[in-house]
């Protein structure tokens, strides 16, 4: 049997990554890892969170939350309170983000749904079911009076499928 070609999902040792290129791939998604566990951090644990990156050319990356006024001011002064005006832009900005969280939960439920309807229809039009998922559109006018007369008495149009 060959060996691996690939390194796979390994554990990366924390040393300098030597090549450049591979080292410029690495920061573009650990950068996107450190984002998502700090908006992770502030959807479960409400809190206010700053964090600044430079990548290796030089380019500054930030993430704050709720805004860098909000943060910076903390950082300065922890112990006074934030202005009227900062504090209703976190306000603000806490919402914001409550409601995109509550829209990409809706999203997701619907692609869940979507997904699963789409199985169902596969699996149906496999065993022959799928007359009942016909557009009306598609038959004339004596099969929709056959199907509605059909619909009337379920008994008689299982004995003529058998």
């Known amino acids: 049997m060959e060996g691996k070609k690939t390194r796979g999902r390994q554990k990366i040792p924390m ?3 030597e090549s450049e290129d591979d080292r410029y791939a690495t920061f573009s998604k650990r950068r996107l890892g450190l984002y998502k566990k700090a908006s992770e951090l502030v959807k479960l644990c409400h809190v206010d969170i700053g964090i600044v990156l430079f ?3 030089g380019k500054p990356f ?3 939350h709720p805004t860098p006024e909000a943060i910076i001011d903390r950082f300065f002064n922890p112990n006074t309170q934030l ?5 209703l832009v976190a306000a603000n900005a806490r919402n914001k983000v409550n409601q995109l969280n509550n829209k990409r939960e809706v999203f997701d439920n619907i692609k869940e749904i979507t997904s699963a309807h789409a199985l169902l229809l596969d699996k149906m039009k496999e065993s022959g079911q799928e007359y009942w998922w016909e557009s009306i559109e598609q038959f004339n006018a004596d099969e929709i009076v056959n199907a509605s007369v059909e619909g009337d008495n379920p008994p ?4 003529a499928r058998e």
């Open 15 to 17: 040393k300098k990554i």
């Open 55 to 57: 990548s290796p050319t």
């Open 156 to 159: 008689a149009r299982i004995q």
């Open 83 to 87: 202005s009227e005006s900062t504090r």
């Open 62 to 64: 930030s993430f704050f």
